[in-house]
């Protein structure tokens, strides 16, 4: 992760504390800038929030934009570790994606923060990295992102290739579109202080269901 080249120039080696630290200062990052947004939220902001001062936010980050980079790069990485796990399991095409849905819908809801972040993208900060650095990480995040959606294109045309996915869908398109879908989970979907981890997955499998019930070719989501 990028935490570490932050620890590798300050000339200090990495240990488990340093780590904890780093990633309690994008926890709280993650809910400053989900409940803010980028331009609303500040350093100060973040080092109330963690209880600190700003010296040890700018220990580890140069500036804001680095740390939503940061933050970025960190939801990014949740979602491929989980959707990749995901994608190993046996199946057919359609199969893997319904799982790959599924676990992208549920990492979205336990980690709704840093995913947020996420779904703010990038895409508004184009001109705003201007040093070298900045420009490194905006490329590092959206080879990530395009990586990304390549497991869910390739699930795709595998079940196209098997059969389980109607031939004739864009695939681009559907891809895009049900990426879409489950991202928008970071505007409606709140966690309830009552809710289980079991609500969570089902919440998970029903989203998953409807999005490819109309790509199978009998518009059926799971193979009995």
Same mark, same amino acid.
């Given at each position: ?100 849905? /599924?676990?992208? !819908?549920?990492?979205?809801? #336990?980690?709704? $923060?840093?995913?947020?972040?996420? *779904?703010? &993208? ?35 045309? /595998?079940?196209? !290739?098997?059969?389980?996915? #109607?031939?004739? $869908?864009?695939?681009?398109?559907? *891809?895009? &579109? ?43 989501? #799971?193979?009995?």
């Amino acid at each position: 992760m990028h935490r570490e080249w932050a620890v590798k120039t300050r000339g200090q080696e990495e240990s488990g504390d340093l780590v904890e630290s780093v990633v309690e200062i994008l926890d709280c990052a993650a809910l400053c800038f989900t409940e803010m947004g980028f331009q609303g939220t500040s350093i100060d902001d973040v080092a109330r929030r963690l209880g600190a001062t700003k010296g040890r936010i700018y220990h580890y980050f140069r500036s804001k934009t680095d740390l939503f980079f940061e933050v970025h790069r960190e939801g990014m990485k949740r979602l491929m570790d989980a959707v990749s796990d995901a994608m190993t399991t046996e199946g057919t095409g359609c199969e893997k994606l319904l799982r790959m849905i /599924e676990t992208h !819908a549920l990492t979205m809801m #336990r980690n709704i $923060a840093y995913e947020a972040v996420v *779904v703010q &993208g990038v895409h508004m900060h184009r001109l705003s990295a201007t040093t070298p650095e900045q420009r490194v990480s905006l490329d590092e995040i959206m080879d990530i992102r395009n990586r990304f959606e390549q497991l869910f294109v390739d699930a795709f045309r /595998e079940g196209q !290739a098997d059969g389980s996915i #109607r031939e004739g $869908a864009d695939v681009s398109l559907a *891809v895009k &579109g049900m990426l879409g879908a489950v991202n928008w989970m970071t505007i409606w979907y709140r966690p309830r202080p009552d809710e289980t981890p079991e609500q969570q997955q089902a919440r998970a499998s029903r989203v998953a269901e409807l999005l490819i019930g109309g790509i199978a070719p009998d518009h059926t989501s #799971r193979s009995s």
